[in-house]
């Protein structure tokens, strides 16, 4: 199995109380410890999200593809993906063209996870409207098509419904697929994340490398089964696209540590601003996770996940820019004992 770091950037309330002038140092400094961890750390990742959640508020949120560089910056052997980039809040001939860039400044380390957006209130808030599901999916087809033409061939023209370009050009395209060897399909690995049964996975079918859809046991295996599917109807391998997933870690020594990480859950999104019914709903639903509990429970979980073909887990501690404990734990006692031997 391989795994991936989420990095804070304050979308899930994860940098309240760490004053503005500290965020990048408390981000780059993860960054660089997950950095010098890369037998055990494959990735690191952020989100692409402009307000937070479980509630929009006026506590930060760090835009995903600025950090992308700066991240970049400070590394040198991770990966570096976003789970996942919003078709429709750039320009997809622009997107394309920024992630190149990234991808040569970072020497070829450069993930594109894409997803058609689901986070309305934002949508609005930064004037794109909000789409019917049908038209975003549309939109996120469309764009990746503009990305791998881009991509592989240098230059795209596409006069779709959401978007059209004519002869635009990617120059110089990617390390990745050029330079370096990278993906068959794109170039730059492409993760196309959701689980919607009739359009995202058909549109992972034909043109992901990676997808990221639910990884709870049933919900993974049902997605499996209807991504599998599309990929019989479009003659594609299914066994050709990995299959992962996200991970929200509470993890503890014992039953009474994990109970006591649950708690500075609740405590944290209170003093975020959050209701204490808020924040007592959202531990309670947290509390049911699959990567919550003892390293073995997790183990255990995660093992029965690999089996049925979930091969990349990316995790998630909410109190990382705090207290590394957990990751500590993680890598400690879980990574070791499901990391693909050799790699």
């Excluded at 309670?284 to 699959?290: H, R």
Aim: charged fraction near 25%.
């Amino acid at each position: 199995m391989r795994f991936g770091l989420f990095i804070p950037q304050g979308w899930r309330m994860d940098l309240v109380g760490i004053e503005p002038d500290m965020h990048w140092g408390v981000m780059a400094g993860l960054a660089r410890r997950t950095d010098e961890l890369a037998r055990e750390w494959e990735s690191i990742w952020v989100y692409d999200h402009f307000h937070t959640v479980p509630e929009p508020s006026g506590e930060a949120t760090h835009e995903a593809w600025t950090l992308m560089a700066a991240l970049g910056a400070v590394t040198n052997k991770v990966r570096l993906g976003q789970m996942c980039t919003c078709m429709s809040y750039r320009n997809p001939a622009y997107l394309a063209k920024v992630a190149a860039t990234v991808d040569i400044v970072t020497e070829g380390r450069i993930e594109m996870g894409i997803g058609a957006g689901w986070y309305e209130h934002e949508w609005r808030a930064y004037g794109y409207g909000f789409p019917r599901a049908g038209e975003r999916l549309a939109m996120l087809e469309e764009g990746v098509q503009i990305f791998r033409d881009m991509w592989t061939k240098g230059s795209a023209t596409l006069d779709g419904k959401h978007y059209q370009v004519d002869g635009a050009i990617c120059a110089p395209r990617p390390l990745q697929g050029t330079t370096f060897p990278g993906s068959p399909l794109n170039g730059i690995p492409m993760w196309i994340a959701g689980g919607g049964e009739k359009k995202t996975l058909r549109i992972a079918a034909q043109y992901a490398d990676y997808t990221n859809f639910d990884g709870s046991p049933e919900g993974f295996a049902h997605k499996s089964e209807v991504l599998k599917g599309h990929c019989e109807d479009l003659g594609r391998d299914f066994g050709s696209i990995v299959r992962s997933a996200n991970y929200n870690v509470v993890i503890g020594e014992n039953e009474k540590e994990v109970q006591d990480r649950l708690a500075w859950h609740k405590d944290h999104f209170i003093r975020a601003g959050l209701s204490e019914a808020r924040a007592e709903e959202h531990v309670a639903n947290l509390a049911t996770q699959p990567a919550v509990g003892t390293p073995d429970q997790i183990v255990e979980t995660l093992r029965g996940l690999e089996a049925q073909g979930m091969t990349y887990a990316i995790t998630y501690f909410q109190e990382a820019a705090y207290d590394t404990s957990g990751i500590d734990l993680f890598e400690n006692y879980v990574i070791p004992e499901l990391i693909t031997k050799g790699d």
